[in-house]
């Protein structure tokens, strides 16, 4: 896990998706299938995974199936840089 | 005039080979299904139906995804004669309970004979149906036969007269009871007639959608109308649509689509979303109108559209504008198709404290109305005070219309229909004014929020916000602000909090992510906006009741708008 990872990625939600800065997400918290991130955000979030990590993710991944935590998407992206 | 499964029949004759829908799911090749395709597949849904022993005229619930069941069953329904209404699928979000909740709420009300569902959902079905329900049968996909040639002579959906309901569109409040607006076939087809004049509709167009069908613009303009007036119709899911929201770009180039309907918010979120990358290749320039429509319509949002797409080949002229409710079928007002939509700069403090458009051009407080344009042909509207009274133009009241193809009722709920009614006129709860003959939509006299286009009802967000313990019984507001970044509203939710000051922020901050958590799985709102405050904080009037205007512009002056 790397805990640098999840934290960009727990900052970028809480203040340009929640809108609360000082929000922290924690790695196991659901955040699809709780609809903390809602369906419009979806493709936010995909768009700051590629800028910022340089990773792809497809529509058809942005479900809780593909991953619904932080450290899910930060598997998600540790295996696709590898 | 014809009925739905006449006009069906009269294509299935004629154009048997004409491709009447593509079907697009992600991951998967486009499918074009002709009149034959699209007519075989609903005849296996209605003997399904017949075999179960169904009843024409009875109403049929169907809870599918957006797929080829769901368009083959509902028109399997109308070619029984049966009377179809599609209700949304569960999302991952909402608590089951809620659903369940939701659907007993339309069961009670509405008392459907059938519902149509997957296998893995009918328990959920199940659970919320008593002994006692209406509800005879749960139709599964597995259990219909594969597509045949329909035999139309004695298929009891030709039997229909134009009077009969043909189908049923629900409102979407999350609580209380639930509406359905019961529509004849006669007021479709008059609403078809005028609205397809309006928009110059002709063979040659070619209609691309991602709208819900369980929402009237997606149901009316963005499927019925196409597939019964022989128009082709490109249809995508909403739920592919808003995680690669370039496919609707991508469908427009492909198919030369030449009309699409799109609430405000979709302007913004495409503006903003889309990647060059997916645009490759693109070109909008078949596009000769994109309607705004079911949400307030800003001009900001159609010149942040253009200036993204117009490289594209997007005309400027394709830029237009409806004012529509289930209501009336669907449309009232078209702007756009002849010329430019109409843009009206008036004073913003004026319109808001004497409830006047003041033309002026410049200024801090102009803001840019736009028209929604003239009523469609066969509909009036008359803006009225409170007494009933016309009002002169461009002064603000409620927008009251009259048409041939207004709803034969709410279904099941007398007391709800008449009161909607005054002297023959249907009173919509829209303000607005009139100018130049075209019509201005400025707010709403209910405090109905409508977030993506969605109507959310206060009371709902308020009832789930009061159930968090530690928020003081009764003591909590909705309201909606505007967000200019998203082009739609932002539900805000101010709660009073028993022994606030002896709460550390930790505590707060934890006691609203709870109701963030609680709204967000009860309702269609993902919560973002809370607010926690002290007694006394909320105003309510004289009468008891929560002044939302009032807490809103003291929630605006306090916190500020969505970005801060």
């Known amino acids: 896990m790397n805990a640098e990872r999840i934290e960009t990625l727990s900052s970028h939600i809480a203040a340009k998706i929640l809108k609360q800065p000082n929000r922290k997400i924690g790695a196991d918290e659901p955040v699809i299938s709780s609809g903390l991130i809602d369906s419009f955000s979806l493709v936010d979030l995909a768009l700051f995974v590629e800028d910022t990590f340089g990773v792809h993710l497809d529509d058809a991944e942005l479900t809780a199936e593909t991953f619904d935590t932080l450290r899910e998407l930060d598997q998600l992206i540790e295996s696709r840089q590898a | ?564």
């Not at chain 2, 009969?164 to 359905?180: A, E, F, R």
């Not at chain 2, 939509?341 to 319109?351: C, N």
């Not at chain 2, 066969?378 to 009274?389: D, F, I």
């Not at chain 2, 709403?444 to 409508?450: C, G, P, T, V």
Request: with cysteine; charged share 25%.
């Open chain 2, 1 to 564: 005039m014809d009925t739905f499964a006449q006009r069906l029949y009269r294509h299935y004759q004629e154009n048997p080979d004409r491709v009447a829908l593509v079907f697009q799911q992600a991951g998967q090749p486009d499918l074009p299904l002709t009149y034959a395709d699209l007519l075989q597949g609903a005849h296996a849904w209605a003997k399904a139906l017949e075999r179960r022993g169904l009843q024409p005229g009875e109403v049929v619930i169907l809870i599918l995804r957006h797929s080829l069941d769901l368009v083959y069953s509902y028109f399997g329904a109308v070619l029984y004669g049966a009377v179809p209404s599609i209700m949304p699928f569960l999302t991952e979000k909402l608590l089951p309970e809620r659903y369940r909740a939701d659907l007993a709420s339309l069961v009670a009300v509405t008392q459907p004979a059938a519902v149509i569902t997957y296998p893995e959902f009918e328990p959920e079905v199940r659970a919320a149906l008593s002994p006692e329900s209406s509800v005879r049968m749960v139709l599964l996909p597995g259990e219909v036969e594969p597509p045949s040639a329909p035999d139309f002579e004695r298929l009891p959906g030709l039997q229909r007269q134009p009077d009969d309901i043909v189908l049923l569109q629900h409102s979407s409040g999350t609580t209380g009871l639930q509406k359905g607006v019961a529509l004849s076939h006669r007021a479709v087809a008059n609403q078809l007639r005028a609205y397809s004049a309006a928009i110059r509709l002709s063979p040659q167009d070619v209609i691309v959608s991602w709208l819900p069908l369980y929402h009237d613009m997606g149901l009316i303009a963005g499927f019925l109308m196409p597939l019964l007036s022989g128009v082709k119709l490109v249809l995508m899911s909403p739920f592919d649509w808003v995680r690669a929201p370039a496919r609707l770009l991508q469908a427009v180039s492909t198919y030369r689509g030449t009309l699409s309907w799109l609430p405000n918010f979709a302007y913004n979120f495409l503006a903003q979303k889309v990647r060059d990358r997916d645009l490759q290749g693109v070109d909008l320039s078949s596009w000769r109108a994109v309607i705004n429509c079911s949400e307030p319509m800003r001009y900001e949002s159609h010149r942040a559209f253009l200036e993204r797409f117009r490289e594209y080949g997007l005309r400027e002229s394709a830029l237009a504008t409806c004012y529509a409710m289930a209501e009336n079928v669907f449309a009232v007002t078209q702007g756009g198709i002849d010329g430019p939509v109409t843009v009206d700069p008036v004073r913003l403090d004026l319109l808001q404290t004497e409830r006047r458009a003041v033309p002026c051009e410049e200024g801090d407080t102009v803001i840019r109305m736009l028209s929604a344009g003239r009523p469609i042909a066969n509909t009036r509207v008359r803006v009225v005070g409170p007494q009933g009274e016309d009002l002169p133009e461009r002064e603000v009241g409620e927008i009251a219309i009259l048409s041939d193809c207004l709803l034969s009722g709410y279904y099941h709920r007398p007391d709800a229909t008449a009161e909607a009614f005054r002297g023959g006129w249907y009173l919509t709860g829209d303000y607005g004014y009139m100018a130049g003959g075209e019509v201005y939509i400025t707010g709403r006299k209910k405090d109905l929020i409508i977030v993506g286009g969605k109507n959310i009802y206060p009371q709902d967000i308020e009832e789930l916000a009061q159930s968090v313990p530690g928020v003081h019984a009764g003591r909590a507001v909705a309201f909606g602000i505007e967000d200019t970044e998203s082009g739609t509203e932002e539900v805000v939710v101010v709660a009073e909090v028993e022994e606030y000051d002896r709460r550390t922020p930790e505590e707060l901050q934890a006691l609203a992510d709870e109701i963030r958590r609680v709204v967000t799985r009860g309702s269609a709102v993902a919560l973002r906006l809370v607010h926690l405050v002290g007694q006394g904080w909320i105003a309510k009037t004289s009468s008891g009741k929560k002044a939302r205007a009032a807490n809103r512009e003291r929630y605006l002056r306090e916190v500020g708008g969505p970005a801060a």
